[in-house]
């Protein structure tokens, strides 16, 4: 029991939209063996968010590049529509906003029905009242850290009390929830978030952008988190 939300360390998910797609086996190979817990993928439609990204098609395809649990983050408009074509793509846990369901606890539920893990997330500016009561329904609780639809972004300074927020009805609760962070997330920052409580780390740019590898970054954003 609370195996899920009581890991022996924190776990770090390198989110492949930083990485090199022109050789995307090796970048996630890289990081599969330097000791990624799981693998992020931001699926972006050009409505909630400007840009677009992945779609099932995708996903698929990293699922055979890799045993890793695929995280997929889905920053789309009408999620419920797409549910069933990402589990069956071979999602593991599937994340919806709060922002773009009308009922999050039934949105949770469905995911959960389908036998992926369930997360909800959170915009910067979105207040947390409706987030906090759909806790209880929630395996991954995501908290976005900058404002979603691309990598690279600075962690926004008002984070760190919002991953408080969502902690201390984790802990209240004594909910089986990771509390995850998600955008500037890098060896100097993630500390911080988690000192609030945070205890997973979702980040692109400071694993797939900084020299001179990925394995090597990772290990450094690892060694940061251990160290704090
Ligand atoms: C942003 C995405 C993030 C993004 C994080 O909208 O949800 O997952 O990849 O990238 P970094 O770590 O570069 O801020
Ligand atoms: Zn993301």
Redesign the pocket.
Known sequence: MRIWARPRRNRICP?V??ADFSRLGDDITAVARAGADFL?V?VMDGQFVPDLTFGPILVRGMRRLTSLPLDV?L?IVEPLRYLEAFAEAGADHLIVHIETVKDPVQALRSIRARGLRAGLSVKPGTPLPAFLDALPEMDLALVMT?E??????PFLEGSPGRIQAVREVVERKSLDCLVAV????DPEVAPVAAKAGADTF?????IFRIPPDPATSLRTLRGALERA
């Open positions: 989110s939209l930083s992020h931001d983050h920053m900058v979603p639809g691309k990598g690279g972004q998600d955008g500037g997330i979702i980040a692109g740019h400071s």
